[in-house]
């Protein structure tokens, strides 16, 4: 078991809890087909280490695929904040960049060569926060406290954020002498926008407010406290767990690809999933929902995904 998870008679472990080091993954204590993920290092403020960053990828790419009956995915950080970001005492993490392959003579080795060498995990890196953009199942963040750096990175793949009044942002990258460069130059203006409010906290790595980003739309509320939070965010998760999880999928496909696609080809890509998901009881069951004739709908647990 994870360490800081517990077994309750209202929390239930997930099965892949025992794989994970660094994360704490339970069924939710309340709330059916939820699942809630938590980032489990306090002491470190919930920094990522390499061990980590590859259990995020691990966790995300099997959460509601494998027949959990998830529909919906709470993600927090345990401890005084969300995330710190990357975990620079983490010597793994640069290794890379001077590696010299058994190479004796490093030196000899030109900066083409090692470049070609550390791509592959700056990719691998990528490919751990894209894990919760592709996850099928919307991602709720629920962010306290700090979020910086590779914390903006990984909420900006979550589908809902909502924070506390505490919550403090930071994309740091360029303080610390680099380009953030898992996510968030690419994601953030697409969620906000490419003003000058945006280039402002990218270029210079300062920090801003939970109000602040509230006011550019990166979250969608803002609890009053901790506590609160969490009653915010099983609010919107309550009324998500509602709907036909054929719908809310296909919404979520549909959103991701139509960010990065003309308006004609994000209506040719939902006409051709809808075609099939409109075949879906679902739809019957929504309908008498919706009308008050058929009470609270009972919906049919997604399939697990077929896998070589």
Known sequence: M???????????????????SHLSISYHE?????????LNRPRKRNAINALMWREIGEAFRQIGTTGDGTRCILLSGSGKGFCGGIDITDEQFFSGISADNGNDDESSIDMARKALAFK?????????????????????????????????????CADVRICSSNTVFSIREARLGL????????????????GSRVRELCFTGEDFSAEDALKIGFVSRISKSESHLFEEANHIISKIIANSPVAVTVTKSSLNYSRDHTVREGLDHVALTNSAALMSDDLV??????????????????????RL
């Open 120 to 156: 592959p995990q700056i990719s691998q890196m990528q490919a751990a926060f894209t894990a919760l953009e592709e996850c099928p199942v919307p991602i709720v963040a629920a962010i306290h406290g700090a979020c910086i750096g590779a914390g903006i990175d990984m909420v900006c």
């Open 285 to 306: 069951k929504s309908f008498m929902m919706t009308s008050g004739a058929g009470g609270a709908a009972v919906f049919a647990p997604l399939q697990p995904h077929s």
């Open 2 to 20: 994870s360490s800081g998870a517990s077994t309750t008679e209202t929390s239930k472990q997930h099965p892949l809890d025992a794989s994970f």
């Open 30 to 38: 309340s709330l059916p087909n939820v699942t809630h993920v938590k």
């Open 179 to 194: 380009a953030a460069d898992v996510g968030t130059l690419q994601r953030f203006p697409k969620l906000v926008g490419f």
